[in-house]
């Protein structure tokens, strides 16, 4: 029986080249010197730590265009508020991965409603689609290409 894997992911090492790049191009710009402005990665977690709010927006635009020269969906970002104490300001950037159990739900929804036939499952973050035919399945791929989830998808595991 054909079936395919939905899946939300991303490259982590070219997420860390990224991230690089970032904190190399912050150190050489004449507007970040004595700032002390640097980003601090770790697992999928991106901390960025400046001065002042103006300066965490200007390196979140840094980090954006790094990220998708780099080929990485900026909808995985998942910017969490900025926190300002005396004179340090610190704003994290989660890089998510997988699909969350509401967002699945969603998705399993989505695809009932278009009644084709086709089973899905969730298995832990991704989500399984089978059907008798490929050609329910390639439908189901473009329905969710056009189906707006706030989230990268990806196709994977694609088996007849």
């Known amino acids: 029986m054909p079936s395919f894997d939905v899946v939300s992911d ?24 004595g700032t002390k402005s640097r980003f601090e990665i770790e697992e999928a977690v991106i901390t960025m730590i400046s001065q002042s709010d103006f300066q965490l927006k200007q390196m979140l635009d840094i980090l954006r265009q790094k990220l998708s020269k780099r080929g990485i969906n900026l909808a995985c970002l998942e910017e969490q508020d900025a926190e300002l104490s005396n004179n340090e300001a610190r704003q994290k950037i989660i890089l998510r991965r997988g699909i969350d159990a509401d967002r699945a739900r969603k998705l399993v929804k989505q695809i009932k409603i278009e009644k084709l036939k086709v089973q899905t499952a969730i298995q832990g973050d991704k989500l399984r689609v089978s059907g008798k035919k490929r050609d329910d399945l390639q439908k189901v791929i473009a329905m969710l290409k056009d189906f707006d989830v706030d989230l990268p998808l990806q196709y994977e595991n694609f088996r007849d």
């Open 10 to 33: 991303f490259d982590s090492h070219e997420a860390n080249n990224a991230v690089d790049q970032a904190s190399r191009e912050v150190n050489t710009r004449f507007d970040f010197k």
